[in-house]
């Protein structure tokens, strides 16, 4: 049976504090009060391994292929026309 959280305690913190807190918690994929718990009892907190969009990855490792394959045979032109691609590609899944 997991154990319920039930204690509190109140912390007063200014609020550059505060958002400092909430940035760290937002880094690490946890909301504040599991953040500070991890933090106060002393435990390791990691940054939040991004997610991937698997399309988007797919079609970088496409395009980068055709870029070295063209790279390698010294096709100057499709070189260029490959990095415009990847241009594209990125600026596709860029936020």
Known sequence: MKDVLTARINLRLME????????QAAAAGMTVSEYTRQVILGRRVKAATPRVDA???SEL??????L???????????VNAALEELA???RRIAP
Do not use: I, P, Q, Y
């Open 55 to 57: 399309s988007a990855l």
């Open 88 to 90: 594209r590609a990125a």
């Open 68 to 78: 070295k394959h063209h790279a390698a045979a010294g096709n100057s032109r499709d």
């Open 61 to 66: 490792r496409r395009v980068g292929g055709l």
């Open 16 to 23: 550059a504090e505060l958002a400092f807190v909430r940035a």
